[in-house]
């Protein structure tokens, strides 16, 4: 396979973005040191890691997963994992940028759902190529001062996401249905968006425009669970990654998870996991090391 390999250039920074805090957009060299020193999933990041060169494993949600060469690592914002192994081979390229800078067309599953969910992709030879032309778009976008930057880069981005749709992937956490109704997909990227504001069926409903039961009933129709059901499982997803990363404490957590009471928090992550949040910290490091 010919090697797709982008040229090696310093990353470039997309200044601060109104509304999406200090995450920059950047365009890197993936080499087995900056791996090594990954950092910790950040909540409003989106990534993707595009391997044209050797292999890693990693492990998600107590999953583990190879990305090897002609693969992309897409990592939804707040995707927490650990590396398991990396070769001294390694190539490729990193892109990280706002999740503001990505669609939300709510009528389609892609490329509105792709980002909320973590996946690893096939890319063939003709869409490593189309990629890589989207990706030295940015890259000279992002080394001149035009005007309407932001919109550019959020175009090619789209495209580049576009690509990956037709690709074959496998998701790391539960995947949406391809056929899901539009009310259920439209609950459930609002709830990969509001999960830390809104705790109550009845608030998404009303975003929607629908009574509770009736999202109730077309949610559980499609993912077999309720939206209730849905909202505790996300929290609790986010809730087990956050308790991996270093230094945070429970009373964080439970406040960046909306909570106002770290006793009612502590409860709620016992009753999902089996086992304090201590605890849980303690197994899942120990495990992971």
Not at 163 to 191: E, G, H, P, V
Request: glycine share 6%; proline share 4%.
């Amino acid at each position: 396979m010919t090697s797709l390999l982008l040229p090696q250039t310093t990353a470039h920074r997309f200044p601060q973005l109104t509304g999406y805090g200090a995450e920059s957009f950047d365009i890197a060299t993936l080499h087995p040191s900056s791996l090594a020193g990954h950092p910790a999933g950040q909540e409003h990041l989106a990534e993707m890691i595009w391997l044209t060169q050797g292999r890693f494993q990693i492990m998600f949600d107590l999953e583990t997963y190879e990305v090897s060469e002609g693969k992309v690592l897409f990592l939804a914002p707040g995707q927490r994992f650990f590396l398991k192994s990396i070769s001294p081979d390694l190539e490729g390229t990193i892109l990280r940028f706002p999740a503001g800078f990505m669609p939300a067309d709510f009528d389609l599953p892609y490329p509105n759902l792709i980002y909320r969910v973590s996946r690893i992709f096939e890319i063939d030879e003709m869409t490593a190529a189309g990629i890589a032309s989207a990706v030295e778009c940015m890259r000279w976008e992002l080394t001149n001062s035009y005007y309407q930057k932001t919109e550019v880069l959020a175009g090619y981005l789209k495209i580049v996401l576009i690509y990956l749709s037709r690709q074959r992937s496998t998701a790391l956490r539960s995947a949406f249905k391809a056929d899901m109704t539009l009310l259920a997909r439209r609950f459930l990227d609002l709830l990969e968006r509001q999960y830390h504001v809104h705790k109550r069926v009845s608030e998404y409903a009303d975003e929607l425009a629908v009574t509770p039961n009736y999202l109730n009933q077309i949610v559980k129709q499609e993912t077999g669970m309720s939206a209730s059901a849905n909202i505790r499982k996300r929290l609790l997803l986010q809730a087990k990654r956050m308790a991996l990363l270093q230094g945070m404490s429970m009373k964080t957590v439970a406040y960046k998870l909306g909570f106002d009471d770290t006793a009612h928090f502590s409860k709620f992550f016992k009753m999902g996991c089996g086992c304090n949040f201590t605890t849980y910290r303690k197994m899942r490091l120990a495990a992971a090391g």
